[in-house]
């Protein structure tokens, strides 16, 4: 008897530490859920080359203006570049022919236009670089972002610069706050993916919402749960 009143004393103890982590919404506060996304930005040549260096790799951290890649012809460019600058000097080409010099160089040494890490290598050193086509994409996590979707009826309550609290699965007690960078014009659907029965007839916005992360904690894909302040 005295086993039995332990037992249900443990798993009421249990449900009752269980019921204190779920996360509530507030009467003043509008809830969402999405995932963790960030701007990526391909990096690619202005023109054809072979990569004859290659500065990183997939997983790495970069920072703004660090060198990515250089194109074999870099030398060439490189004297092309000097010779103008003498032949400027001696009055014999106009200062636009060497800032074409100068571009043509810029060409073939490839730097990061942002700091953070590289998410895809598609380029290695020997292979041929040509324009448009990406040698690394990088991702900025530094500017998070998390998208949710507000119903008609509540999206007025919604505004440009608002506040959120932000909580992720494998931080479930740190709030790590949010703020409303963008909300849709135009009513849609909500997407398949997420919908419930009830949901498919309910015409939603999108909400777009900032996420502070600035111990580098967070990572792209991670589930969140977005509560706006009305």
């Given at each position: ?37 960030t701007n990526e930005i391909n990096v ?61 160089k810029d060409n073939y040494v490839l ?120």
């Amino acid at each position: 008897m005295v086993l039995k009143s332990f037992y249900k004393l443990s798993a009421f103890m249990i449900l009752l530490s269980l019921v204190g982590c779920i996360k509530t919404k507030e009467k003043n506060e509008l809830y969402g859920s999405g995932t963790l996304e960030t701007n990526e930005i391909n990096v690619s040549a202005k023109v054809i080359g072979k990569i004859s260096y290659l500065a990183i790799s997939e997983g790495q951290s970069v920072t703004k203006g660090q060198i990515i890649a250089k194109l074999d012809d870099l030398a060439k460019a490189e004297k092309d570049y000097v010779r103008a600058q003498k032949l400027f000097s001696e009055n014999i080409i106009p200062a636009e022919q060497i800032e074409q010099a100068q571009q043509l160089k810029d060409n073939y040494v490839l730097t990061s236009p942002i700091t953070g890490i590289v998410i895809l290598q598609e380029l290695f050193e020997g292979e041929t670089a040509t324009p448009g086509m990406p040698i690394v994409t990088l991702a900025d996590t530094k500017t998070l972002w998390v998208k949710i979707y507000i119903p008609e009826d509540k999206i007025g309550k919604v505004k440009l610069g608002s506040k959120a609290k932000v909580y992720i699965d494998t931080f479930p007690d740190k709030n790590f706050g949010g703020t409303v960078i963008n909300i849709s014009d135009k009513a849609e659907f909500i997407p398949k993916n997420i919908q419930t029965k009830e949901d498919r007839i309910t015409q939603v916005f999108a909400v777009k919402v900032a996420v502070e992360n600035p111990e580098n904690q967070l990572k792209i894909g991670m589930p969140a749960d977005v509560y706006i302040e009305q």
